[in-house]
């Protein structure tokens, strides 16, 4: 297939949008005002205004776009089935060579490697991203973490001195298969890399009512740790749950112009919506230059290979070029001593080399994102409910973070320079399969406090109160979806906005899979109530909506 690119012409376009809960026939702008804007319109005497340069026409809160059922552009694939997360985009496919190393990429993204440990979560990338989409909670306390784990600070946002920025629930032990799980003062008294910790999770039954009556049940999660192999934690150590999300449409949306994500930010809530999404920043990792961060769930990581760079070294002790330390502290003696005695590092000094590296990052970002469900292509018609639920998002005001449409501008190859099948070139070609998409991804890319606040504890098995010991154990329960733990720009209770292209095709993909960064919610109406923070209104107009407009909302949703 051949594509044909279309030069960008920089139009100012002022996009308008009623207020929440306003008339259906209004225009929507893919978000809302920042007070720094001039020529200000006003529609229902509600001021919205913002200039993006993309080109594109008002986004309609009555009327879908013609290309919205594309969620990626030409980046989209049809496959709605348990594999719809693994597609390359189509004209990766088309071009021998790239779908080559798109392939290399998958096989060494499911693959388990030399080198890894001597602590870890998972031994491959497929392990964690399951089908390439969300990890699972695991079903009973005695299943060890696999697919989430536990990152681990203090409530300033420092690492934890002996067990690092997260715990890895295996260890690597000479004459051992497989993971080492965590015995108490096992590394201590015994010298070996055992796992630094077991975690698990029990949850609290949550019930509540819609204003109609109907009742619903939410799972309020408790994090446990127990049979510490270094020793006990700081005092002040806190906890953060994450269960790993999907990878898809990584290179569409590490491709949207920075200037765009900022266009949505409002800081200090200047037009007092009581939305104030915040961009957090980070370091190239090879140019340090400051980037804006788009990914890791409190936005930590500012492209694609940072993030796989980060993952490959503390979720599965893969050091590479961009993350050569093993993931040992200096307080771990006997990861450091296991480290030592490793005998493959012969890719400089690291587990993986670059033509590996660079492969799974064009992998990740030549993923396709499904198409949208519940239109008819012959009829160009949507399904009535779909429409009507597409009408509640607008009304409850959830656009103003899970932004609906972006277009794409250039995608330069990758640092690490252009990749075939056995070596690194010095070039650094332009993907272009990902450039000049129009696509609807529903996420700003920002921080947004979403409420909340955590205690930890030291508990016997019943509750009762202790200090030290194998039987102590440390709990932490928290209220809302806070976690007690800042990490990089992100306070202990900010997340950045998780994009929604795919949310229905979540289950079907991994019917274990549940939702948020945690998996507390078990569905998406649970997740949808455990909005908090600036997303209380949000949150409270859908307590507000009667059965039928619940329903539809929740179709749209499905529909993504």
């Given amino acids: 297939m051949t594509y044909t690119l279309k030069k960008l012409f920089m139009l100012i376009v002022i996009i308008s949008l009623n207020a929440c809960g306003g008339d259906s026939s209004s225009e929507s702008n893919d978000k809302k005002d920042n007070s720094n804007k001039s020529e200000q319109v006003t529609t229902n005497n509600h001021a919205f205004n913002i200039t993006v340069n993309d080109g594109l026409a008002p986004l309609l809160i009555n009327q879908p776009d013609a290309t919205e059922h594309l969620s990626a552009g030409l980046g989209t694939t049809n496959m709605v089935d348990q594999n719809a997360y693994s597609q390359a985009i189509e004209a990766i496919v088309d071009e021998p060579q790239l779908d080559a190393v798109f392939k290399a990429g998958d096989h060494t993204f499911r693959s388990n490697h030399d080198g890894q440990g001597p602590l870890f979560n998972n031994s491959s990338c497929q392990g964690c991203h399951i089908k390439d989409g969300r990890g699972q909670v695991p079903s009973t306390a005695d299943e060890a973490m696999s697919s989430m784990f536990l990152r681990i600070g203090d409530s300033l946002g420092n690492v934890e001195p002996t067990y690092g920025d997260q715990l890895q629930v295996f260890g690597t032990i000479n004459g051992r298969s497989g993971g080492v799980i965590a015995k108490y003062r096992g590394a201590l008294d015994e010298g070996l890399a055992y796992g630094e910790a077991y975690t698990w999770v029990e949850y609290e039954r949550v019930t509540g009512t819609f204003s109609d009556g109907e009742t619903y049940e939410l799972r309020k999660p408790i994090y446990k740790i127990k049979d510490l192999a270094y020793g006990d934690f700081i005092d002040d150590v806190q906890f953060s749950a994450r269960v790993t999300p999907h990878v898809y449409g990584s290179g569409l949306l590490e491709s949207i112009p920075q200037q765009h994500l900022l266009a949505y930010a409002d800081p200090t809530d200047n037009n007092n919506d009581g939305i104030s999404g915040r961009p957090a920043y980070t370091s190239h990792p090879v140019s340090g230059e400051k980037q804006i961060a788009r990914f890791g769930q409190k936005a930590v990581t500012g492209s694609v290979l940072q993030q796989i760079a980060g993952a490959y070294r503390g979720d599965m002790g893969v050091t590479n070029s961009i993350n050569s330390a093993e993931p040992c502290t200096d307080a771990q003696t006997a990861c450091l001593a296991q480290a030592e005695r490793e005998n493959n590092k012969h890719h400089n000094g690291v587990d993986l080399n670059d033509v590996d590296l660079a492969q799974v990052e064009f992998y990740n970002r030549t993923l396709a994102v499904p198409k949208r469900r519940g239109f008819d292509v012959s009829t160009q018609l949507w399904q009535e409910e779909i429409l009507a639920g597409r009408a ?29 099948l056995v070596s690194l070139s010095d070039a650094r070609t332009n993907i272009i399969a990902l450039e000049q998409q129009v696509i609807y991804p529903y996420t700003d890319l920002l921080l947004h406090d979403m409420g909340g606040s955590c205690v930890v504890s030291k508990e016997l098995i019943d509750g009762q109160s202790c200090n030290e010991g194998e039987q102590c154990i440390y709990v932490q329960r928290c209220e809302g979806l806070a976690d007690g733990r800042p990490e990089g720009e992100a306070t202990a209770s900010e997340w950045k906005t998780p994009p929604l292209w795919g949310l229905g095709l979540v289950q079907t993909v991994n019917p274990k899979a549940t939702f948020l960064h945690d998996g507390r919610a078990r569905s998406i109406q649970e997740a949808i109530i455990w909005h908090d923070g600036e997303a209380k209104a949000s949150q409270q107009a859908f307590i507000n909506m009667d059965k039928t407009q619940r329903t539809a909302l929740l179709a749209f949703l499905g529909s993504l």
């Fill in 392 to 420: 509640q998002f607008y009304a409850a005001n959830c656009h103003s973070c899970h932004v609906p449409r972006y277009k794409t501008a250039q995608a330069p190859g990758s640092v690490l320079g252009d990749v075939d």
